[in-house]
Structures are given as C-alpha cells and as structure tokens.
C-alpha cells in the first residue's frame, strides 16, 4: 500500500525547488521509464502496476532484477493518486537528476543506446524558451535529428518538469540538457551561430554552414538581443501566405534541424 507520505513526497516533485533540493523528476508511462532506465538512469522509487511488472519480468532477467529493490506495488487507483497525468500509464519513477557528461550506466544498461551515426556537429542553443510543451517537443526533435545536446539559458523552463519530461516521449533520455549562461557559451564557441530572425535569409537559399549552433528565441519576444548580437548566420523560414499565423517554436525548430540535416 502505498503512503499519504510516498504520495505528498511525489507531488512536491511538482516544483522546482523540491526537484532541485532532493536532486530528483518524475517520469511516468512505460515506454519513458523503460528509456530511462536503458539509459542509465538511477531510479529512486518505482511504483508500478502488477501488469507493468509481469511485463517487466518477461523481458529481461536481469532488468527484473535491477529494479525489483525500488518497486512499490501500486493499484490503479493508487497511481491515478500518485500520478500528474489524467490517464496513468502503469508506471510512475522517482529518478536521480542526471549529472551530465559523469552519468554512469547501471548495472542494466551495459549497452547503452549509441551515439548518432557520424554527423557533423549541430548543437541547439534554448534562449528563454518558457512553454513546457514546446520545451519537451524540441527534445524529442532533437533526438529525431541525432542531436545530443542542449545548451538553455537559465531562464528557459526546467527540462525535469513532469509536463516536459512526459512531452519529450522518453527522448530525454538520450539528450543531454545543459543550464549555463547562454551568453557566454555562446560567445566563446568557435562554431557559426545560427538564429530564426525576421530580418534573416531565406533558409532554402542561404548557404548553410556545415556544423552550427542553432538558436531558438522564446515564444513571444523571439532571441533576446544580447545573445541576437552573437548571431554569425540570421536565417528566416519564409511565410508562403501572407497573414498566417506566425510558426510554434518547435515547428521552427523541426523546419530548421530538417534542413541543415538534408543539406549535410
């Protein structure tokens, strides 16, 4: 049975600040849980439904075994108590955050997913993206694109919110996300710097360079204008109809990922 104490501790991970003092996310559903375990990560409690066990133990001896010391049997109606979706999926995973690039794969994961296949270097570069749904897509995209790294400003939303965790379908496992002073990433990074600007060039005309870090600006206000100044390569996806709404950032981020990738 599970606890008023389990579920009030699972809910404060929540916010922020609860996520950032006990160094743990949540994550939900099986797929995004199995990601994240092939991944490496470190669970911390796993309440799950009998179905999700038996599932669990036809697939791997040794998976079964890595994880049985975390699992907390949970019903239906227990999870939809635990759980910040309004369908629960079986599963829901207290994990450890990541420290990136020292992250240790468990004892499961001694073949973690490689890398992408030799690509040239793309990098995305988040400035104040707020939207925890178009955070979370824009990983997915990253992923899609064979893209393995993030770097947001500190003010972009948190990439460990439930709401983005769930939305990146488990490609957050695979990508790393990095917070630092965009800035001053951006300004010592001997790499072209590409950003979407209204003032850009045609991205289907405009010779793009090779490798890049691509820019993408906040929902309302677009790249705000000290790292705009770092920008080597303004590029413009055009409007084929005059008045349509302008592009969700992550529709932008697909468009522009899309094509650098079709021309390398």
Same mark, same amino acid.
């Given at each position: 049975?599970?606890?008023?104490?389990?579920?009030? &501790?699972?809910?404060?991970?929540?916010?922020?600040?609860?996520?950032?003092?006990? /160094?743990? &996310?949540?994550?939900?559903?099986?797929?995004?849980?199995?990601?994240?375990?092939?991944?490496?990560?470190?669970?911390? #409690?796993?309440?799950?439904?009998?179905?999700?066990?038996?599932?669990?133990?036809?697939?791997?001896?040794?998976?079964? $075994?890595?994880?049985?010391?975390?699992?907390?049997?949970?019903?239906?109606?227990?999870?939809?108590?635990?759980?910040?979706?309004?369908?629960?999926?079986?599963?829901?995973?207290? &994990?450890?955050?990541?420290?990136?690039?020292?992250?240790?794969? +468990?004892?499961?994961?001694?073949?973690? +997913?490689?890398? #992408?296949?030799?690509?040239?270097?793309?990098?995305?570069?988040?400035?104040?993206?707020?939207?925890?749904?178009?955070?979370?897509?824009?990983?997915?995209?990253?992923?899609?694109?064979?893209? *393995?790294?993030? &770097?947001?400003?500190?003010?972009?939303?948190?990439?460990?919110?439930?709401?983005?965790?769930?939305?990146?379908?488990?490609?957050?496992?695979?990508?790393?996300?990095?917070?630092?002073?965009?800035?001053?990433?951006? +300004?010592?990074?001997?790499?072209?710097?590409?950003?979407?600007?209204?003032? /850009?060039?045609?991205?289907? *005309?405009?010779?793009?360079?090779?490798? #890049?870090?691509?820019?993408?600006?906040?929902?309302?206000?677009?790249?705000?204008?000290?790292?705009?100044?770092?920008?080597?390569?303004?590029?413009?996806?055009?409007?084929?109809?005059?008045?349509?709404?302008?592009?969700?950032?992550?529709?932008?981020? #697909?468009?522009?990922? $899309?094509?650098?990738?079709?021309?390398?």
């Amino acid at each position: 049975m599970i606890s008023k104490n389990q579920i009030k &501790f699972v809910k404060q991970l929540e916010m922020k600040k609860y996520r950032q003092r006990e /160094g743990l &996310f949540v994550a939900e559903g099986p797929k995004i849980v199995g990601d994240l375990l092939a991944e490496g990560f470190e669970p911390q #409690a796993i309440f799950a439904t009998e179905e999700w066990m038996s599932n669990i133990a036809s697939q791997s001896t040794s998976l079964t $075994s890595y994880v049985s010391p975390y699992v907390y049997p949970a019903s239906p109606d227990e999870l939809r108590k635990l759980s910040f979706l309004q369908h629960p999926q079986q599963v829901l995973s207290v &994990f450890r955050l990541p420290s990136f690039f020292t992250l240790h794969p +468990s004892p499961v994961a001694t073949h973690p +997913s490689p890398p #992408a296949p030799h690509l040239p270097r793309l990098e995305l570069a988040l400035d104040g993206i707020q939207d925890p749904g178009n955070l979370g897509t824009i990983i997915r995209i990253a992923d899609w694109f064979g893209i *393995r790294r993030i &770097f947001c400003s500190e003010d972009t939303a948190d990439a460990w919110n439930p709401k983005v965790v769930q939305a990146t379908m488990g490609s957050i496992a695979r990508v790393h996300i990095v917070y630092t002073d965009l800035k001053q990433y951006l +300004s010592e990074a001997h790499i072209p710097i590409c950003g979407t600007l209204l003032d /850009g060039k045609d991205i289907y *005309r405009q010779e793009l360079p090779r490798e #890049a870090i691509i820019v993408m600006g906040n929902e309302g206000n677009g790249i705000s204008p000290a790292v705009r100044q770092l920008v080597t390569h303004p590029l413009l996806i055009p409007q084929f109809r005059p008045g349509a709404e302008s592009l969700n950032v992550a529709i932008a981020t #697909a468009i522009t990922c $899309s094509e650098f990738r079709r021309r390398q």
